[in-house]
């Protein structure tokens, strides 16, 4: 019987290459998805304003870098503990990256609301 990958279930040793495996092999995309961010966060940096959210993107690259290397590791040792540092530096970035969405959308619906309400204002008189 195999599983999702095509391979057949391990033992113990074997399980943290197997489940780490999807996520190490898309490592590169993840370390580019990081050097993006990184320079993002430092261009952001080179404004006054931007230069309270830099930290933001840098923070986000490094997640994203640790994991891909974590998972790197993973694959290679078979080590459980890095298999997890993986995951959860991925769980945080997702979490993260949820976070900011959401205010993002909630920005945007309230721009929305502000923009009609000062057509209508303007409209009246």
Request: glycine share 6%; aromatic share 8%.
């Given at each position: 019987?195999?599983?999702a990958f095509g391979s057949m279930p391990g033992t113990g040793?074997?399980?943290?290459?197997?489940?780490?495996?999807?996520?190490s092999s898309a490592r590169g995309w993840m370390r580019l998805m990081a050097v993006v961010m990184f320079i993002s966060g430092g261009l952001a940096a080179l404004t006054i304003f931007g230069l309270v959210f830099?930290?933001?993107?840098?923070?986000?690259?490094?997640?994203?870098?640790?994991?891909?290397s974590s998972a790197e590791s993973a694959s290679v040792s078979g080590s459980e503990a890095e298999a997890i540092d993986s995951l959860a530096r991925l769980k945080t970035y997702f979490t993260v990256?949820?976070?900011?969405i959401l205010i993002y959308l909630?920005?945007?619906?309230?721009?929305?609301?502000?923009?009609?309400?000062?057509?209508?204002t303007n409209s009246s008189n």
């Open positions: 019987m195999s599983d040793d074997d399980t943290a290459r197997r489940v780490i495996q999807p996520i830099a930290w933001l993107p840098l923070w986000m690259g490094y997640l994203l870098w640790k994991s891909a990256q949820g976070v900011v909630a920005l945007t619906a309230m721009s929305i609301v502000l923009l009609i309400g000062l057509a209508v």
